[in-house]
């Protein structure tokens, strides 16, 4: 597992798709514009998409702006991502002083959710 603590990087590696309408072609209307975000009801329809569209894969986010590479049920948001795939990376805004928060216990709610012990990772 690789956490970035720089958002940007790790938007950059996973190509987190922003502005997707005009900037990507991408016949979505995402609820947050130029966001990207989708939010929790229309995951079947981004899985639906990203089938069709191999290229791109789901990012999933949490309330506290959490990043994951994959597709977590009941995140707070989704958006499209069409760079690396890697399901390890997880990205986080805990390195920004304006929101800075503890990860732990964010990671320890999802990982409870999942079934999965934090000590595994």
């Known amino acids: 597992m690789k956490v970035f603590l720089d958002i940007e990087e790790f938007n950059k590696k996973v190509g987190l798709l922003r502005d997707i309408q005009y900037s ?7 609820c947050w ?20 569209h191999p290229e791109y ?3 999933s986010t949490t309330k506290n702006w959490v990043y994951f590479n994959r597709v977590i ?8 991502g069409e ?7 997880i990205g986080s805004i805990a390195s920004d002083p304006v929101r800075n928060f503890d990860i ?7 990982f409870k959710s999942e079934k999965k012990n934090v ?3």
């Open 83 to 89: 760079g690396d795939k890697n399901q390890e990376h």
């Open 57 to 59: 894969h789901i990012i």
């Open 73 to 80: 049920e009941n995140c707070c948001g989704y958006f499209l």
């Open 24 to 30: 990507h072609g991408i016949e979505l209307e995402p």
């Open 33 to 52: 514009g130029v966001l990207g975000l989708f939010k929790p009801h229309r995951l079947n329809e981004l899985r639906e998409y990203i089938e069709k």
């Open 104 to 110: 732990e216990p964010e990671l320890e709610n999802l």
């Open 119 to 121: 000590a595994d990772f």
